[in-house]
């Protein structure tokens, strides 16, 4: 190559280079966002954030420059709430302006804007005003989920039963009793724990949710316009879905196949029903796309996160035998040794209860809430945030007030508990969000 033209070349790259970064100044600068950490052209505050801890990467951030701050996750703004005063005044008291579902590039390509956890508008509402029909005052069957959750629990038992007390991982076993209890509901169906399709299912759900935490799924959401044209763990990712997504349409289709308007014994059921009586309506929602996305919502809402919890909270007993004891002899006195438990056995068991809504906080399993976005512009508190901008609720920042949890990173039951032994309610217990648009308002809440 000529060397005029590598310095021609140079000097076009050069100069291009410094169009962008003072178009990008220019319009940083003419952005009336709350205060944060400036940020480069394309990577923004990348270099600030670390993908494999990112809750708390943002909050030393927000310990820095307060509670509202705006951080550029690749070249988009998000502006992220810290602490309970944040997140209650958005999320609470102006729950609608903060109510809609932020941009998920990765979910929004797989879902399309279908189901409940990321649909949007009329949409969600009417979804959503379903399931919770649906779930809460059919019966499924006649049955209720109560029931189903102690039928499974037996299941589970008699697994437990078969190591002969013998060390073991209880990873696969106890993701399989929530998700038989989801499947229960979904299709009036549960599974043996050697059943093949069932194991195929559990795999994808477990492998799902490690990539979904991966780096390399947080860089997709970052550039999916790079991202999307290259392989990697997300290909995965979007397979395991599909299969997923597969496996839900088939049972469907059975379902269809014998429906009987006046004997609708599951979610899937009254879901096809419901597409038959608004089959006409050229806007309706109940098709079935968002019968499989729901169908799948419902299973991830409920099964990795149950299994994680229960994991996370034998550990911390094997860890504390002073709290086991003390949940043996609740449960003792309270159910004795000769029935299942039952939800109304929680108003007798205080320490039980606060034990369980302790192992939540401590565990912090989704540190961060799924994205929010503002639906119009909005002044909040002294900050202007322009309709559209993705809003990071920083749950982590409430389940470990000092204030209101002295000595937040330690296990202590007490957190829970009023001077006199009964429960404590606490506003600061968002294990999984908070207000009608949160991960925790799903259906079942299944959190």
Same mark, same amino acid.
């Given at each position: ?284 929602? %109940?098709?079935? $796309? ?6 799948? @919502?419902? =299973?991830? !809402? ?5 299994? #994680? ?106 957190? %829970?508990?009023? $001077? ?6 606490? @506003?600061? =217990?968002? !294990? ?5 648009? #949160? ?9």
């Amino acid at each position: 190559m000529e060397p005029w033209t590598v310095t021609t070349l140079t000097l076009v790259v050069c100069v291009s280079f410094l169009v962008i970064l003072s178009q990008w100044r220019k319009d940083y600068k003419g952005r009336k966002l709350p205060p944060g950490p400036a940020p480069l052209p394309l990577i923004g505050n990348m270099l600030q954030l670390d993908m494999k801890d990112f809750s708390t990467s943002l909050c030393k951030l927000s310990e820095k420059y307060g509670p509202v701050i705006t951080a550029y996750v690749g070249s988009q703004p998000v502006v992220i709430l810290h602490g309970y005063k944040a997140l209650k005044e958005a999320l609470i008291d102006q729950g609608d302006i903060f109510g809609g579902r932020g941009k998920t590039p990765i979910f929004d390509d797989i879902y399309k804007g279908h189901g409940i956890i990321f649909s949007h508008g009329e949409k969600w509402k009417q979804i959503r005003r379903f399931s919770l029909m649906t779930l809460r005052n059919f019966g499924m069957g006649k049955r209720s989920i109560e029931e189903r959750i102690q039928e499974e629990a037996q299941f589970l038992l008699e697994e437990l039963r078969k190591t002969n007390s013998q060390p073991f991982d209880p990873t696969f076993i106890l993701g399989c009793a929530p998700c038989n209890v989801i499947s229960s509901i979904l299709f009036h169906q549960r599974f043996n724990y050697d059943n093949e399709k069932f194991l195929s299912m559990m795999r994808i759900l477990n492998e799902n949710f490690a990539l979904v935490n991966s780096p390399v799924v947080q860089f997709y959401n970052n550039y999916p316009w790079l991202f999307r044209y290259f392989p990697g763990p997300h290909k995965t990712f979007f397979s395991n879905i599909k299969t997923l997504k597969e496996f839900i349409l088939e049972n469907a289709k059975k379902h269809q196949e014998i429906l009987d308007p006046n004997n609708l014994k599951n979610f899937i059921d009254c879901f096809l029903y419901k597409m038959q009586q608004d089959q006409k309506n050229p806007d309706s929602v %109940f098709d079935l $796309e968002n019968l499989a996305t729901t169908a799948m @919502d419902l =299973f991830d !809402a409920g099964t990795e996160t149950t299994s #994680s919890t229960l994991r996370y909270g034998l550990l911390l007993l094997l860890k504390h035998p002073e709290v086991q004891d003390k949940i043996h002899e609740e449960i003792d006195r309270v159910i004795g040794q000769h029935r299942m438990p039952s939800i109304k056995d929680k108003l007798e068991m205080p320490y039980t209860e606060a034990v369980l809504h302790e192992i939540q906080r401590y565990v912090n399993l989704t540190p961060v809430s799924l994205p929010h976005e503002v639906t119009r512009d909005t002044q909040f508190q002294q900050y202007f945030i322009p309709k559209g901008t993705t809003v990071i609720p920083l749950l982590s920042s409430v389940l470990f007030d000092t204030k209101e949890f002295p000595n937040p990173h330690e296990f202590d039951p007490g957190h %829970f508990l009023n $001077e006199d032994g009964s429960f404590r309610k606490s @506003d600061y =217990f968002m !294990a999984f969000s908070i207000g009608k648009f #949160s991960f925790s308002s799903l259906p079942l809440n299944l959190k």
